[in-house]
Every structure is written in C-alpha cells, then in structure tokens.
C-alpha cells in the first residue's frame, strides 16, 4: 500500500515509480528524488487529505509494475513518490502557472 498524507482533502493524487535515486531537486513546492524512467502507477482522489494506492479493485503494485514492464523480483529496490495537485495561494506555481507538490519519496527493497 503506497500512502501520502498531508495532502489538500481531495487532491488528485498520482503515484509514481522511477529507477534511479536522484539528488533532492525542486519540483513544484516539493523536493523531487526519484528519477530514471518514471511509471505511472496510480491516479487517486485524497480522502480528508490521505491518498492511497492501490484502491480497492485495483491491480495489487507487484501486478501494477509487472504490467508496465518492471516486474519486483526479490532483492529487487524500486522508488516510490506521489505527485498531487495544490492550489493553494501560499504554495509556489511553476513555470507554467500550475500549482502541485510531492511527497517524500521512499526506497522499497523487496523480499520474496
């Protein structure tokens, strides 16, 4: 289960993997630090705030990956971040006028 909190109540959330861990570079009012070529995951509504993956009826991550050509193997490490939108004022726009976030990102190394 992939889960970002601190969310606005009902932002669009997408979850996303990369391959590579990169360094810490701004993106949108966040720090982005997973990169390589990104997967599509997920797209959820955040409930009160909370966004989680995957939604009931939903392909579990491992059937998720595989089917975009990753497949989690056992000692395998993939990189996990959430990408939401954020309209609030106080947060920075980029370039384009658009206002987003991410979440922390987090390394999971699978076992069997």
Known sequence: MLTSAGEPPSAVTLFFSGTLEIAHRRFGDGLRCT???PRRLYVVNAVSGIARAPADGAPSISDR???LGAPIVAGATHLYQAYYRDDLESFCRDEL???FNVS???RI???R
């Open 109 to 111: 190394l699978w076992g």
């Open 35 to 37: 990169g390589g070529a």
């Open 104 to 106: 922390s990102g987090v």
């Open 97 to 99: 006028g658009g206002r």
């Open 65 to 67: 990956m595989a089917s």
